[in-house]
């Protein structure tokens, strides 16, 4: 063969190397600005590009400066219910110049609403966990999380551990509690979103308290705000109050005692209970030692930084219970034609709506989960130890027999 250009000179040498090799969008658009300053076929030889794919990549070039810089290729099938992507995107695209959250949840729910509206049978059109993933890579989108910092365990955790173990053990031996008298509480931050620019505060603190044998206290709400609205209905079961910061305090803790824990069944017989809280300072003040004292209640403070192996609530039950509250709330925040404030955002729920969520989702919460909770955090087991539950959340006793076997 007769070889007479450089240009194909440069080829056969090309194809002896037989190198093949993928290029990414950011590497492709490179290759193009230099073929717009030169000659296709001498940039595809600076980069080692065949002509070919110079030509193709520069009649997509629209394409690849749209598309992420790390993609290497246009494969897949396309979309196949365009007209319900568009308007899903748009609907995105809408909310986030607002401000406002939007979860994988929210674009599920308003998937299926769209095809809907545009007589998609639902055979046909699910918005699967699958088809939400394909969608956001379709578009660019991707999902963010909030980072959190675990709570570290204290320095010999394992001593403090036991300490708390046969404390309780020797309380128990001692007082012989009923499991109707053991409790836990616990205060806790319920967020039902949060948007950086809206001006209305959607958080407020729960008090939640579940006995040992499985029961669940009314929650007890505190809003940050001065007063409670005065024309607005709340729902029964709950107790609700006002406070500016929005947490806890001494005053709110004695009213929690009053209104919750000593109205519990079994409380006027004044027989002998005990309370789990966290080192929390408002928990052991003067004031609540005392009103505690007058319910012949045995308070047992958990050690600083242990509540994520030593409190029940934290071990098992506020993580679905502010999962319930969030998938309720994105029900509402996806589903719901909403009011509009005069600069055009969206009105928060109202505080009776919250308090509405609040209680179903409380009772969404098993009664077996409660008392495995304490269980699992060595409270309620058997003083014999015949039904130690480890962490892995298996019976110590089902574990032996099966090794046993």
């Not at 997509?60 to 290729?73: T, Y």
């Amino acid at each position: 063969m007769v070889v007479t250009t450089l240009k194909q000179l440069w080829y056969l040498e090309y194809m002896d190397s037989k190198r093949l090799r993928s290029f990414m969008a950011g590497e492709k658009l490179k290759v193009i600005l230099e073929a717009e300053k030169i000659e296709n076929w001498a940039a595809g030889r600076k980069y080692s590009v065949p002509e070919s794919c110079v030509q193709d990549w520069r009649q997509k070039k629209e394409k690849l400066s749209s598309c992420n810089i790390n993609r290497r290729a246009f494969r897949g099938k396309h979309a196949q219910f365009l007209q319900v992507e568009v308007a899903l995107a748009d609907y995105i695209q809408d909310r986030r110049q607002l401000g406002y959250a939007v979860s994988t949840e929210m674009i599920q729910m308003k998937a299926c609403d769209i095809a809907k509206e545009r007589g998609i049978p639902i055979t046909q059109f699910k918005a699967s966990c699958g088809w939400i993933t394909v969608f956001m890579r379709r578009n660019g989108l991707s999902i963010r999380c909030r980072t959190t910092i675990s709570q570290s365990l204290p320095d010999k955790y394992e001593e403090k551990l036991l300490a708390f173990q046969k404390y309780i053990i020797q309380l128990r031996q001692q007082k012989m509690y009923l499991m109707g008298q053991i409790g836990n509480a616990d205060q806790t931050p319920v967020y039902f979103e949060n948007p950086s620019n809206t001006t209305v505060n959607q958080r407020c603190t729960v008090m939640l308290t579940i006995l040992a044998d499985g029961k669940k206290l009314p929650p007890y709400i505190i809003f940050k705000r001065k007063t409670l609205p005065k024309n607005e209905k709340f729902p029964p079961g709950i107790i609700i109050q006002a406070q500016q910061k929005g947490w806890m305090d001494n005053d709110l803790v004695i009213d929690w005692l009053k209104c919750v824990w000593q109205s519990r069944p079994g409380s006027l017989l004044k027989m002998p209970n005990m309370l789990v809280m966290d080192s929390f300072h408002g928990h052991f003040t003067e004031g609540v030692k005392k009103r505690l004292k007058d319910g012949k209640t045995d308070q047992v403070i958990i050690p600083g930084g242990m509540t994520s192996l030593l409190q029940p609530l934290d071990v098992c039950i506020n993580w679905p219970f502010k999962a319930h509250v969030l998938r309720m709330y994105t029900e509402w925040a996806a589903t719901v034609v909403h009011n509009t404030t005069p600069t055009g955002k969206m009105k928060a729920p109202t505080l009776a709506q919250m308090c509405a969520w609040i209680i179903a989702d409380w009772k969404l919460i098993p009664e077996d989960l409660a008392v495995k909770s304490f269980k699992k955090c060595s409270i309620s087991n058997s003083i014999d130890g015949s039904d130690d539950v480890s962490s892995s959340g298996e019976s110590e006793s089902s574990s032996k027999s099966e090794n046993d076997d």
